[in-house]
């Protein structure tokens, strides 16, 4: 069973609109880690945001925020006011488990390509 | 502080050639990984290291694929013989091992003809 599930091979967005990007996950670890990476055609991994499984509450950073349910296994990345240059592969990633020393791999998700019309 | 360096960038080889890619993790992460990315999918990890023990490389394909980590710090893929199937963007990432910190490199891009 595939552990992230990203539905949206695809998206379009109007700049300045704002947009979600699904992802369910599936785990039975009661510790682990969301993440969500933008990958541009120029090919590396950026950072975006990140959300533990015990946060009480929903990580934001700056235009993206991640919309976290815990009992639905979800984690949609949401961007808010769109921008011509957020127009890449959008990637969520998991990591189950908690860091103690040793750090375990993240799981990703296929991607969704998010564009961004004029 | 320098980032996650992988080399070469690109690489483009006949089958059957031996290919090798390098990377050198950020200073003092003792965890490193190699992915490979097929176009338009996700990143699939390959092996991971702790220092320089491989702790997880059930997803090495042993037959043609071999990595170390000597000494802990750089760490080496190598692929004998390339097969078509190969070509993908193959990723570095390391990790102190605390936070939410995994840094990766740009990739090397191989195509094999």
């Known amino acids: 069973a595939q552990k992230i599930t990203q539905t949206q091979p695809g998206m379009f967005v109007q700049e300045k609109e704002a947009v979600t990007l699904d992802c369910t996950y599936d785990?039975?670890?009661?510790?682990?880690?969301l993440f969500w990476y933008k990958q541009p055609s120029s090919g590396e991994m950026i950072f975006l945001i990140y959300q533990g499984s015990y946060d009480q509450q929903n990580a934001t950073e700056g235009r993206y925020s991640l919309n976290f349910q815990k009992a639905r296994k979800s984690a949609n990345l949401v961007i808010s006011a769109s921008q011509l240059g957020d127009s890449a592969m959008y990637f969520c990633?998991?990591?189950?488990?908690?860091?103690?020393?040793?750090?375990?791999?993240?799981?990703f998700g296929s991607g969704t390509q998010l564009t961004v019309l004029p | 502080e320098a980032g996650v360096v992988q080399s070469p960038r690109y690489k483009i080889i006949e089958k059957k050639q031996p290919v090798a890619f390098w990377c050198n993790p950020i200073?003092?992460?003792?965890?490193l990984y190699w992915y490979r990315q097929n176009l338009g999918q996700g990143p699939e990890l390959l092996i991971r290291y702790e220092n320089e023990e491989a702790v997880d490389d059930s997803q090495l394909p042993k037959d043609r694929f071999s990595a170390e980590r000597l000494k802990g710090v750089d760490s080496t893929l190598k692929i004998q013989p390339a097969e078509l199937g190969d070509s993908a963007v193959y990723l570095c990432?390391?990790?102190?091992?605390?936070?939410?910190?995994?840094?990766f490199g740009s990739g090397t891009r191989l195509t094999v003809v």
């Open positions: 990432a390391s990790s102190s091992g605390q936070g939410d910190g995994y840094t």
């Open positions: 200073s003092g992460h003792n965890t």
């Open positions: 990633a998991m990591r189950e488990g908690t860091y103690s020393g040793s750090a375990r791999q993240l799981t």
């Open positions: 785990t039975s670890d009661p510790s682990y880690g």
